[in-house]
């Protein structure tokens, strides 16, 4: 079991995770899809360059309408681990291709620390500059108005609720972010912790965040941890008082090289022409 949560689930494996639904807000006849990748944590040897670079692969042969990384680029633990500089995952990274785009936000990690923990902070820069070199559009309290098949929707991007340039306080501004938005199209909201989603208006038709890692260590003990952080904000699709919010296990680890019954994965979700369902 130790061989298994250590090196063979963390390191190896890897799980497409489907959704289909049509959120509240969200017009049926809107069809998009969507590969979200999320909490890659770049570090040698569980999540190298070369790795990233096969998830990468896996998410364009979806064929997606869009792609989004929803942020902790940057390696989330020390423990027996070699850096992935940003040059190298943004390389990686670069294939990814959608007809919409590819929007991104930060993490925590991504302002905390460098590469890895321990490493200087340097403002996010270094996770910027890997952005960039992976092609993709970074939304830091930014709304940006797409269209598929002719009916427009909003991507808003919020900044980390955790951590800035004080390492304090984060950085987000939901009401500046949402008072970008110019139109009655619907909205989904990429932020990197799920905690945003108790502040989210109805009109929101869908969160799409990750950082809980879907609990990491899927046993009794590890998750009342995650239940006290995140109350029932953990893993999957979640709907309050007709609010949606999906939540990612995302790919990589923090605080120690483990999972355990949460593997890594890929999310892909399909929003309308189908109902709501998960595969």
């Not at 670079?53 to 942020?71: H, M, Q, S, T």
């Not at 940003?86 to 620390?113: K, M, R, T």
């Not at 830091?140 to 929707?153: I, S, T």
């Not at 989603?197 to 003990?221: D, E």
Request: proline share 8%.
């Amino acid at each position: 079991m130790t061989s298994y949560a250590f090196a063979i689930e963390p390191g190896f494996r890897l799980e497409l995770t489907p959704y289909r639904m049509t959120p509240t807000g969200w017009p049926h006849e809107l069809r998009l899809k969507a590969a979200i990748i999320t909490d890659i944590h770049a570090c040698e040897p569980w999540m190298s360059a070369a790795r990233i670079r096969a998830i990468a692969e896996v998410a364009v042969a979806l064929r997606p309408d869009v792609i989004f990384l929803l942020g902790d680029f940057s390696g989330g633990h020390a423990v027996l681990t070699r850096p992935v500089q940003p040059e190298a995952w943004g390389e990686a990274l670069s294939i990814l291709s959608a007809p919409l785009g590819v929007f991104a936000v930060l993490g925590n990690h991504d302002w905390l620390h460098g590469p890895l923990p321990g490493m200087p902070a340097d403002g996010a820069e270094g996770v910027r500059r890997g952005l960039r070199l992976a092609g993709a559009r970074l939304l830091e309290n930014q709304a940006v108005r797409l269209e598929k098949d002719g009916r427009p929707f909003w991507i808003v991007g919020l900044g980390d609720q955790i951590a800035g340039p004080t390492g304090m306080g984060g950085v987000d501004d939901l009401p500046g972010s949402l008072a970008q938005v110019t139109d009655d199209a619907p909205i989904l909201l990429l932020a990197h912790e799920p905690q945003i989603f108790r502040r989210t208006p109805p009109r929101v038709s869908l969160t799409l965040s990750g950082h809980t890692h879907g609990g990491q260590i899927n046993i009794p003990y590890a998750q009342r941890r995650f239940r006290r952080e995140f109350d029932d904000l953990v893993y999957g699709h979640i709907v309050q008082d007709e609010r949606h919010i999906l939540i990612s296990a995302g790919l990589g680890t923090s605080h120690a090289p483990i999972r355990f019954l949460r593997p890594p994965e890929i999310v892909e979700l399909t929003l309308g022409g189908a109902a709501d369902a998960r595969v």
